[in-house]
């Protein structure tokens, strides 16, 4: 039907607008493509900023350990033990035992995955029950203070009741991530803390 000599296309005309909105198959492969190169180029930088995300996370984690251990000890005031477990990358924070058999406020974390703990030097406390003396070497017990430490085969940054670091702690953990990031909690140089460093300097 016409009117005024111009044929009625309203269905003709929504079809045509309906074609140009719509992507050709063409069109949808090439934007498939491109997808897939931008995402192959920037797939490796973006796991290497996510291992070091955990990485960073992770050493922030200790440190808060070890300012937890430090207000733990001056406030309970008993000595705190920060165990690391380097085999089973765990590591956690137990008060020593004294009256209580156990600590209802202990913690222990595991690691995220791909990291590694390692304690550069490993100075690990003995029970006081191990210690072999000949007689020469016997002293008084009641000069020496007995240390029960709950991990005693594991190396332990022992926190004391002034929240000093106890003298056989380790100086320096290292974390290691398996892309060859790494980070330190090492001593302070007052000795007093613990502190991130990027290198073990």
């Known amino acids: 039907m016409c009117f005024n000599g111009q044929p009625a296309s309203g269905n003709a005309a929504r079809f045509t607008d309906q074609a140009r909105r719509a992507f050709t198959l063409i069109e949808l492969i090439l934007v498939m493509a491109l997808l897939t190169i931008v995402i192959s180029l920037t797939a490796p930088k973006l796991s290497r900023f996510f291992h070091g995300r955990t990485l960073d996370s992770e050493a922030r984690r200790l440190l808060a350990l070890t300012r937890s251990g430090q207000s733990r000890a001056v406030s309970e005031g008993m000595p705190m033990d920060l165990w690391v477990n380097t085999g089973q990358g765990t590591f956690g ?11 209802s406020k202990a913690v222990d974390f595991t690691l995220d995955g791909g990291l590694q703990l390692e304690v550069v030097n490993k100075l690990v ?9 000949n007689r020469a070497q016997r002293v008084s017990t009641a000069s020496v203070s007995r240390v029960n430490l709950v991990h005693a085969n594991l190396p332990t940054i022992r926190f004391l009741p002034d929240g000093s670091i106890g003298e056989a702690s380790p100086q320096m953990l290292h974390l290691a ?5 790494s980070l330190w909690l090492a001593q302070a140089r007052d000795g007093l803390s613990y502190e991130i460093r990027s290198t073990d300097k």
């Open 125 to 133: 406390v003995a029970p006081a029950n191990t210690v072999t003396m």
């Open 177 to 181: 991530s398996s892309d060859g990031g």
């Open 93 to 103: 924070l137990e008060a020593e035992p004294s009256y209580d058999t156990s600590d």
